[in-house]
């Protein structure tokens, strides 16, 4: 640090200062506080300024009733389906879009053909070809040969006249006969099936997996039956082609379904189940009852069931039938493998059955954290934004990794089975935190966007990014040093300083680094947003505002940047417009620190101050060099006069005159300013990275105390990219650190130190590789 001294609080150091080009409005000038308002919709009758749903808010809604036979051998799926569609818009509709996410696997289909290639060249000569995983390659071969999508038949209204319509790839238009007015509703029925994929080849949300030692299958099955497109105040009808990435944009309706399958099944599904006694033994319907009471899992369907199921070889089918009100969609599994438990949790006043669904290879992991997780779900979610409202909770193990719907979710980890010894069996760390993780996040989902409505098929950080902070919130609460993967600052800095990235306002379909973009970046920028910028209590109480005021409700974008500030009374549009609106990162570099005190304007006082700073310089090598030599002046003293005895600091009699004519004029509350002890400090700071944040100090000082100190980002409205702050402590500061916890995602720690430090770091050696001897590899195989 350098000392200065200045005079009636003006600075004299002025000449040693950095000067900064200050940017005005008259030449370019980067607004990082500009208000949203250009940016956002205007609020009308729907959407209101705060957030909130608007006095005249409506949604559509699509009521089904759909009967589905599963033909276990051919792995296909046959179903038929009456929908009843509500108009709850003030408008006349002449026709109605459904979507059909199962023509994705159509060999034509746009997800297929506008797949880019995934191979990676050798950066050597170009004939050496392309690199490729075995796994990617099944897949994208297999695609372009599977015989995938819908047949459908039969479409007729009520009154059973066929409907005139037409297929555009993944949707479906209905062109009705009579405008559908305001308040009137629309039933029809059709026909369809469709050959299911294998999930391990193709991907996706679904699909089914066969297991080589038993001949078994488990069959996850999703998007699997034609649903209404959405018709709202935003987009009009939300028909844009399903890609594979951008998920769905739903509405919510009742539901009553019958699966008829193998009668050795068990089958899981949206909803509760309405004829157990005709799909359950005696005992497995008791267990059931008992473990809604229970004060852990009860097995519902044992392994030694489960097993008899696996070995059992009937033709004869069951029939479960299933309601479900108010969802956006249903999904459902059915295997002869699946060990079954349940356990009740209580929700606000009701008890949610937490329920797992899994083969006994999913043992022990399955059995000890599956339910449990979902429990932990259920209890976390609910303290930050509303009691689950349904009456069942499902985890499903199968062959898709991790998939979310309304009461059910896809689950996929196992242990490693030895495969001498069935017995042993071990899992890894990161199996086991994965297993629990992706439950959360799953069971998560059924909060968001499966309750708050988000159209996922416009905005994936809506229902991932809010979730994966949730996930977070959740993880944490589960057991100390929990490893996360997501939510921490200092997790995302890799990503926030990439150069091929896009802003999280980006369609689902066009985003960059996907699982950073719309699950990492925005669950971190919220972690930050509640710890550094809102603190918790505001935050949490915005975020529980927005939670409950649209739930079953489609919120926007907009509806929950407004929701925060509106709850808060936080001015949040520089936060939005920063860290969801552009790439910009967190770099913020403390250039320097000034220590000056107030200059007295008493002669003898600054004399003093002045020769301390003359006598604390450092010797020149000159002078040190110089001790013994010898002076003339040693040898004739008569060549000393009066400035051998008076230096340049000696205080004369005028100069104490002077100052006292100069106080003369200075009122009582102004002498007593230039008495002030203590230590005036001046903090440069500048925006490297362009994103604006808060600057939080840790101040060290000579007697050991530290300071935490948080200047609001606030501090750079006139400047984005230069900013100072001035500080008055009676201690002398010693050291300064910009982001001393990591809060804030700074990507460079090396200039948050003032004054600078030496960091530790690893140096890493490596072995050059030898030149391949082809002369010899040949002679070794002889």
């Not at 996410?101 to 997800?111: E, W």
């Not at 935003?234 to 028909?239: D, E, L, R, T």
């Not at 998920?247 to 379904?257: P, V, W």
């Not at 002045?610 to 060549?639: C, F, G, I, M, W």
Request: glycine share 6%; aromatic share 12%.
């Amino acid at each position: 640090m350098q000392w200065y001294l200045f005079a009636g609080l003006a600075m004299v150091a002025s000449a040693v200062l950095p000067v900064h080009a200050q940017t005005w409005t008259k030449q370019p000038f980067d607004d990082k506080f500009r208000q949203l308002e250009e940016i956002l919709p205007t609020p009308n009758d729907y959407r209101t300024g705060s957030g909130a749903p608007g006095h005249k808010y409506w949604q559509q809604q699509a009521d089904y009733t759909i009967q589905v036979k599963l033909d276990e051998e051919e792995k296909r799926v046959t179903g038929s389906e009456t929908i009843t569609y509500t108009n709850n818009s003030p408008d006349r509709l002449s026709y109605l879009w459904l979507q059909l996410d199962q023509n994705r696997f159509d060999k034509n289909s746009d997800y297929n053909l506008s797949m880019r290639a995934q191979t990676r060249y050798v950066l050597k000569p170009s004939n050496a070809g392309d690199k490729q995983s075995l796994k990617d390659f099944r897949g994208r071969t297999s695609r372009q040969n599977f015989e995938g999508g819908y047949q459908i038949s039969n479409l007729k209204g009520a009154n059973g006249k066929p409907l005139r319509h037409i297929i555009n790839k993944t949707m479906m238009r209905i062109d009705l006969d009579q405008p559908l007015l305001p308040g009137q509703q629309f039933s029809f029925s059709l026909d369809w099936e469709y050959n299911m994929v294998e999930a391990k080849t193709h991907g996706g949300r679904g699909g089914y997996e066969c297991f080589e030692k038993d001949g078994n299958c488990i069959f996850l099955v999703a998007q699997w039956f034609p649903r209404m497109a959405v018709y709202d105040d935003v987009n009009g009808w939300q028909n844009k082609q399903f890609l594979g990435r951008g998920e769905f944009s739903l509405e919510f309706g009742n539901y009553e379904i019958s699966y008829d399958v193998p009668a050795d099944h068990i089958v899981a599904s949206t909803g509760t189940l309405v004829n157990p006694e005709q799909v359950l033994s005696g005992p497995q319907q008791d267990r059931l009852k008992r473990a809604e009471t229970a004060k852990k899992p009860v097995m519902i369907v044992t392994e030694k069931e489960a097993r008899a199921n696996e070995e059992d070889d009937t033709s004869k089918r069951k029939v479960w039938t299933f309601k479900a009100d108010n969802v956006r969609d249903v999904a459902w599994a059915s295997s002869r493998k699946f060990l079954w438990d349940a356990w009740g949790v209580k929700s606000g006043d009701n008890t949610v059955l937490a329920m797992s669904y899994y083969p006994q290879e999913g043992n022990p992991l399955w059995e000890r954290y599956s339910t449990q997780a979902i429990a932990h779900t259920i209890e976390q979610y609910n303290k930050y934004s509303f009691d689950y409202p349904y009456p069942v909770a499902i985890s499903v193990n199968g062959p898709v990794g991790g998939m979310e719907y309304p009461m059910m979710t896809f689950n996929g980890p196992r242990p490693e089975i030895d495969k001498e010894d069935e017995s042993k069996r071990t899992y890894s760390r990161r199996t086991k935190y994965g297993l629990i993780s992706v439950i959360i996040h799953e069971i998560g989902h059924i909060y968001f966007p499966m309750i708050v409505n988000s159209d996922e098929r416009q905005w994936t950080w809506m229902d991932e990014g809010l979730n994966t902070y949730l996930q977070f919130l959740a993880e944490q609460a589960w057991e100390e040093n929990y490893p996360s993967r997501r939510g921490e600052p200092r997790k995302i800095i890799d990503y926030m300083v990439s150069a091929k990235q896009v802003p999280i306002m980006t369609n689902s379909e066009s985003i960059l680094q996907f699982g950073n973009n719309a699950y990492g970046k925005p669950a971190t920028a919220l972690n930050i947003l509640r710890e550094t910028i809102m603190g918790r209590e505001l935050f949490d109480y915005a975020f529980r505002e927005y939670s409950q005021r649209w739930k079953f409700k489609r919120p926007m974008p907009a509806d929950f940047f407004r929701t925060m500030e509106d709850a808060s009374a936080v001015d949040l549009d520089w936060f939005w417009r920063g860290w969801f609106y552009s790439t910009d990162h967190v770099d913020i570099s403390i250039d320097d620190v000034r220590i000056m005190q107030v200059n007295t304007d008493d002669p003898e006082i600054e004399a003093e101050w002045k020769r301390e700073r003359h006598e604390a310089a450092p010797r020149s090598l000159t002078e040190q060099r110089n001790e013994e030599l010898h002076r003339r002046v040693d040898d004739y003293s008569e060549l000393k006069d009066f400035y051998n005895e008076h230096d340049e600091f000696t205080v004369s009699p005028k100069s104490t005159k002077d100052a006292e004519g100069k106080l003369k004029p200075y009122e009582e509350w102004e002498r007593e300013l230039l008495e002030t002890e203590g230590n005036f400090y001046l903090l440069d700071f500048s925006n490297v990275g362009g994103l604006v944040m808060p600057i939080i100090l840790a101040i060290e000082y000579d007697n050991g105390d530290v300071e935490e100190l948080r200047i609001p980002a606030e501090v750079w409205r006139q400047d984005p990219k230069q900013a100072s702050i001035q500080l008055w402590r009676e201690e002398v500061i010693t050291q300064v650190t910009v982001d001393p916890h990591w809060e804030t995602a700074d990507a460079d720690i090396s200039n948050n130190f003032f004054p600078r430090k030496i960091l530790p770091s690893r140096l890493e050696l490596f072995k050059d590789k030898k030149k391949r001897n082809l002369m010899k590899e040949m002679q070794s195989e002889e």
